[in-house]
Antibody, heavy 122, light 108 residues
Framework: QVQLVQSGAEVKKPGASVKVSCKAS????????TSWVRQAPGQGLEWMGW????????NYARKLQGRVSMTKDTSTNIAHMELRSLRSDDTAIYYC???????????????WGRGTLVTVSS | SYVLTQPPSVSVAPGQTARITCGGH??????VHWYQQKPGQAPVLVVY???DRPSGIPERFSASTSANTATLTINRVEAGDEADYYC???????????FGGGTNLTVL
């Protein structure tokens, strides 16, 4: 079954780091790139970054550069997203999503994980 | 960076047609993708490449794009269509994946 299974909810204090994992099943991360998208409570979707399928190249959202890292472990088929120096406004559901290339060379997401709630609170 | 503008909410009676718009500068030159997100669930792709549907998405869902506006149309709306809907484009300048702010569809 093709799916993305994410790690469980986390509670962190301000200034700490969090690492969320996303295990791909039914396909390999070396065939499809992976993005992370977050959603603050009651808010819309915010793209965080992307890790390429082929060469581990990454592309991070400008507002998160310097605080976020995305990696993948091809031996376990798991992608990871680490966010550092957490603040209260990082409280959100974090989704991993599989990238798919469209007919015109652009990209969209055809498969999503169920999300991981990260709560930042003192 | 590229901006997509959606109305915060749309309401429609069961059986009627819902139209959700997504505005962006020269959006007609881009491919627009649409996602449905029901409460407490992850987003689901309902339309890609302006007007194509993934397998399993009903034909009631369709989409079109003009110069500065993309529109998701849901025919014969059902109670189960109540959700937030997001448009998305890929932009080669700035942050590549851009989402609209989302539209909450209420079925009266």
């Amino acid at each position: 079954q093709v799916q993305l299974v994410q790690s469980g909810a986390e509670v962190k204090k301000p200034g700490a780091s969090v690492k969320v994992s996303c295990k791909a099943s039914g396909y390999t991360l070396t065939n499809y790139g992976t993005s992370w998208v977050r959603q603050a409570p009651g808010q819309g979707l915010e793209w965080m970054g992307w890790i390429s399928a082929f060469n581990d190249n990454t592309n991070y959202a400008r507002k998160l550069q310097g605080r976020v890292s995305m990696t993948k472990d091809t031996s376990t088929n798991i992608a990871h997203m680490e966010l550092r120096s957490l603040r209260s406004d990082d409280t959100a559901i974090y989704y991993c999503a599989r990238g798919r290339r469209g007919s015109s060379g652009d990209w969209y997401f055809d498969l999503w994980g169920r999300g991981t709630l990260v709560t930042v609170s003192s | 960076s590229y901006v997509l503008t959606q109305p915060p909410s749309v309401s429609v009676a069961p059986g009627q047609t819902a139209r959700i718009t997504c505005g962006g500068h020269n959006i007609g030159s881009k491919r627009v993708h649409w996602y449905q997100q029901k409460p407490g669930q992850a987003p689901v792709l309902v339309v890609y490449d302006d007007s194509d549907r993934p397998s399993g998405i009903p034909e009631r869902f369709s989409a079109s794009t003009s110069a500065n506006t993309a529109t998701l149309t849901i025919n014969r709306v059902e109670a189960g269509d109540e959700a937030d809907y997001y448009c998305q484009v890929w932009d080669s300048d700035g942050d590549p994946w851009v989402f609209g702010g989302g539209t909450n569809l209420t079925v009266l």
